[in-house]
Nanobody, 122 residues
Framework: QVQLVESGGGLVQAGGSLRLSCAASGRTFSSYAMGWFRQAPGKERDVVAVINWSGSRTYYADPVKGRFTISRDNARNTVFLQMNSLKPGDTAVYYC???????????????WGQGTQVTVSS
C-alpha cells in the first residue's frame, strides 16, 4: 500500500479553477493506478477520473469531461486533478486513491487519502 496526502482544495466561485495534488509515499508509486473520487453530503463516493500507471490511459466521469484533467508525475510521486469551469454541483470532498489495477469502482481501490474539501459558490 501507499500513503496518500491530498492538497489544493478550497473555496472558489463558479467558473473558477482549482488544482488538486496527491502526494504518495513509497518507491513503487509508478506501479499504481491512481484515481480521484468525490463525495457530497448524503451521497455515495463517485469516480471523477482515473489514470493508469504510465499516464497513457485516462477515464473521466461524464459530469467532468472537458473540464477536469488528471495527470501524474511519477518522478515526484504525485497525481494531479486540474479542475476548470467549476460548478456548484462540483462541491464535495475529493479523495485520492491508489491500487495496482485500474478501475472505476471505489471499492477496488485499497489506499485512500484523507480527502480535501472543494466548495464552489454560485
Amino acid at each position: 500500500q501507499v500513503q496518500l496526502v491530498e492538497s489544493g482544495g478550497g473555496l472558489v466561485q463558479a467558473g473558477g479553477s482549482l488544482r488538486l495534488s496527491c502526494a504518495a509515499s513509497g518507491r513503487t508509486f509508478s506501479s499504481y493506478a491512481m484515481g480521484w473520487f468525490r463525495q457530497a453530503p448524503g451521497k455515495e463516493r463517485d469516480v471523477v477520473a482515473v489514470i493508469n500507471w504510465s499516464g497513457s490511459r485516462t477515464y473521466y466521469a461524464d459530469p467532468v469531461k472537458g473540464r477536469f484533467t488528471i495527470s501524474r508525475d511519477n518522478a515526484r510521486n504525485t497525481v494531479f486533478l486540474q479542475m476548470n469551469s467549476l460548478k456548484p454541483g462540483d462541491t464535495a470532498v475529493y479523495y485520492c486513491a491508489a491500487d495496482k489495477v485500474l478501475s472505476l469502482r471505489a471499492a477496488d481501490f485499497g489506499s485512500w487519502g484523507q480527502g480535501t474539501q472543494v466548495t464552489v459558490s454560485s
